[in-house]
């Protein structure tokens, strides 16, 4: 089975442009998370899916970011325009915990490093 | 949710016993304590989670105070391919949404597993 793919593996733009992350979860799994660590810092929730609707965006930092996921299947998170401290390894995770009952865990991509100069 | 307390760095001899502490003193009773790790250049990877009574599988073992307020995870054989940033982290165990699902990653402990 295959495990939650992430593409690009990496992207180097310059300060302005416009990139698009994409996250290709597990199959079947509803839940579908973003993270981000920027450099020195720790890994840091950014939104999460339940299906197609955003269940919780708390984290995502400013609305330069635009995260959606059409259908419930792959999501895609844009960054328009990118700003230098957007810099960092993006990663996607997607589980499959039943309604209420939080007691599986997320299993993660392998990021997407993103350096904007 | 409650915040965590690991050591931020470890060392441990190839094939033998690695020991990773956390504390969690402030965990709520309906919070899970849940371990992850994140090999250099890799995502997260799970490890092993738990409630009240400790967990065994095949990558490791998760022993927690009879208090809840503290954990230790166990590599059992540490191999070089263990090394890696070892995150402890508590989370609800139920609920209807909202915030619930998130993870919260701290600094977690880096394991450096010596030939």
């Known amino acids: 089975e295959a495990g939650v793919t992430q593409f690009p593996s990496h992207s180097v733009i310059e300060k302005g442009q416009t990139v698009t992350l994409r996250c290709d979860p597990i199959s079947g799994h509803d839940n579908l998370y973003w993270y981000r660590r920027v450099m020195g810092k720790e890994i840091k929730f950014l939104l999460h899916?339940?299906?197609?609707?955003?269940?919780?965006e708390s984290g995502m930092p400013n609305n330069r970011f635009l995260a959606e996921r059409t259908g419930g299947t792959y999501s895609t998170l844009k960054v328009q325009p990118a700003e230098l401290e957007d810099s960092g390894v993006y990663f996607c995770?997607?589980?499959?915990?039943?309604?209420?009952?939080?007691?599986?865990?997320?299993?993660f991509g392998q990021g997407t490093r993103l350096t904007v100069v | 949710d409650a915040k965590t307390t690991q050591p931020p760095s470890m060392d441990c001899a190839e094939g033998r016993a690695a020991n990773l502490p956390c504390n969690h003193s402030?965990?709520?009773?309906?919070?899970?304590v849940y371990w992850y790790r994140q090999i250099h250049s890799q995502g997260p990877q799970y490890i092993i989670h738990g409630l009240k009574n400790n967990e065994t599988n095949e990558m490791a073992s998760l022993i927690i105070t009879e208090d809840r307020k503290s954990s230790t995870l166990i590599l059992p054989h540490a191999t070089l391919r263990d090394t890696a940033v070892y995150y402890c982290i508590v989370r609800v165990a139920w609920g209807s949404g909202g915030s619930n699902y998130k993870l919260t990653f701290g600094k977690g402990t880096l394991l450096t597993v010596n030939p």
């Open positions: 899916f339940v299906k197609e609707s955003k269940q919780d």
């Open positions: 402030t965990i709520s009773g309906n919070e899970y």
């Open positions: 995770a997607s589980s499959q915990e039943p309604a209420r009952n939080l007691n599986t865990e997320a299993f």
